[in-house]
């Protein structure tokens, strides 16, 4: 069977960028992104969505565990916090005189990017 291929859409967050959570169990978090997956259109958030991952017995661990670590969370469900006014807003582009893109904040129209 051929498999199709999929778009991979750019996505308007980008790693380090400070967003809030606005849908779900964390709804008003606030955190910084750790990893960005644009082929799923998810990303993971540092402190927010944790999981619990079971490991089993081994040799060098007889008892086994449970360790808690975050899980991608879908960019529909989050907000960037624009650095300069500080709200949580959506992301437009802006074409520079130089001709390069930029993203914008919606609510105060400043650049993101620096």
Do not use: W
């Amino acid at each position: 069977m051929k498999e199709s291929k999929k778009k991979v859409k750019a996505l308007k967050i980008k790693k380090n960028d400070q967003v809030k959570i606005i849908a779900g169990n964390d709804k008003g978090y606030v955190g910084k992104v750790l990893k960005v997956f644009p082929r799923n259109e998810s990303i993971i958030v540092e402190g927010a969505n944790f999981i619990n991952r079971h490991q089993r017995p081994t040799s060098g661990n007889p008892q086994g565990t449970v360790i808690k670590k975050e899980a991608p969370i879908h960019v529909s469900k989050v907000l960037i916090i624009c650095p300069k006014c500080g709200a949580s807003t959506r992301v437009g582009k802006a074409v520079l005189d130089t001709g390069s893109s930029v993203r914008i904040c919606k609510k105060c129209h400043e650049m993101i990017d620096a």
